[in-house]
Nanobody, 118 residues
């Protein structure tokens, strides 16, 4: 049974940092592109990062480019999302999944809340 579990969310002040983790069971993360997504109240779920399975190439939308970094630790079967210089608009539930587009996801994690406020 495939299971993705996010951790590392929490509350932080603007300008702060958080590192999210996505750990898989029943599934080798290095065999799939892994996306991080977020969904704020009243808004659609959006991609905030993607890391490919083949060459480790990454993608970030302009809204987070230069502040968010995704990486893999294959030995731990874990993908990370390092978030720096956080702004209040980053407040959302963050999810990892086994694709980089919402329409292509087969498995979602349960999500982890990130709150950025002063």
């Amino acid at each position: 049974q495939v299971r993705l579990v996010e951790s590392g969310g929490g509350s932080v002040e603007p300008g702060g940092s958080l590192r999210l983790s996505c750990t898989a069971s029943g599934f080798n993360l290095d065999r799939s592109a892994i996306g991080w997504f977020r969904q704020a109240p009243g808004k659609q779920r959006e991609t905030v990062s993607c890391i490919s399975s083949v060459d480790g190439n990454t993608y970030y939308p302009n809204s987070v480019k230069g502040r968010f970094t995704t990486s893999r630790d294959n030995a731990r079967n874990t993908v990370y999302l390092q978030m720096n210089s956080l702004i209040t608009e980053a407040t959302a539930v963050y999810y990892c999944a086994d694709a980089c587009s919402v329409t292509l996801v087969d498995h979602w994690g349960q999500g982890t809340q990130v709150t950025v406020s002063s």
